[in-house]
């Protein structure tokens, strides 16, 4: 698991596979020609085609995008199931309240 925590902080390191992944959660399963449109028009990001494969690879490997296949289309979607152990280790620890906020029971007694 150590391992793939580390890919998915490499993933999210660079601010354009952040900003794909802003993309897919705005409108989820999209091909890589939709993407590069998307990102054009609402980004400004004229990486090439082959730049931003090489990014959703990146992304695929950390496990934060799946892709399926539809005769020649293959769309990207986004998973967020590799954050819940980021989530879990540091904004959401066992004992504290949202927030960070220590529960009763983590301050001990009065």
Sequence with gaps: MVG????????LAD???????DELTARDGQTLFELCARLITNHGLTSS?????????VLEAAGLVETRRAGRYK???IDTAPLAPI????LDPPGRR???APTDT?????
Excluded at 87 to 90: A, D, G, I, Q
Excluded at 106 to 110: I, K, L, R, T, W
């Design 15 to 21: 601010p354009t596979r952040r900003t794909i992944l």
């Design 75 to 77: 769309f990207h979607h």
């Design 49 to 57: 085609r082959q730049a931003i494969s090489q990014h959703l690879d």
């Design 87 to 90: 989530v879990e280790r540091w």
């Design 98 to 100: 949202p927030g960070g």
């Design 106 to 110: 983590e301050n001990g007694p009065a």
């Design 4 to 11: 793939r925590v580390g890919d998915v902080f490499k993933a």
